[in-house]
């Protein structure tokens, strides 16, 4: 019953920003992680940040400084706000949340749908 929803992706010019939005529906008991991952043609998907539930945030070296993640608890969504844009940037974007849904097996990892972001000029 638990849905990842993204939404925020779309072309833009390098050095311009995008804010990236992951909703989460359904019954929560506890999001523990929310993170974001990024996969380009031809290559492996690759981790971009997380952030736990007590807000410690994690970096690949690649986006440190342009990108931050970052969550609202009472929404039980995520975010990533990304400037500085460069080509290198150029992915298909997806939300990735570890959550104990209500009734619980235990954590489940969700995924989102992808969004295209596009840098270039």
């Known amino acids: 019953q638990v849905q990842l929803v993204e939404s925020g992706g779309g072309l833009v010019q390098p050095g311009g920003s995008l804010r990236l939005s992951c909703a989460a529906s359904?019954?929560?008991?506890?999001?523990?992680?929310m993170g974001w991952y990024r996969q380009a043609p031809g290559k492996q998907r690759e981790l971009v940040a997380t952030i736990t539930s007590g807000g410690m945030t994690n970096y690949a070296d690649s986006v440190k400084g342009r990108f931050t993640i970052s969550r609202d608890n009472a929404k039980n969504t995520g975010y990533l706000q990304m400037n500085s844009l460069k080509p290198e940037d150029t992915a298909v974007y997806y939300c990735?949340?570890?959550?104990?849904?209500?009734?619980?097996?235990?954590?489940?990892?969700?995924w989102g749908q992808g969004t295209q972001v596009t840098v270039s000029s």
């Open positions: 359904g019954s929560i008991f506890r999001i523990y992680v």
């Open positions: 990735n949340m570890v959550v104990t849904p209500i009734p619980s097996p235990g954590p489940q990892n969700y």
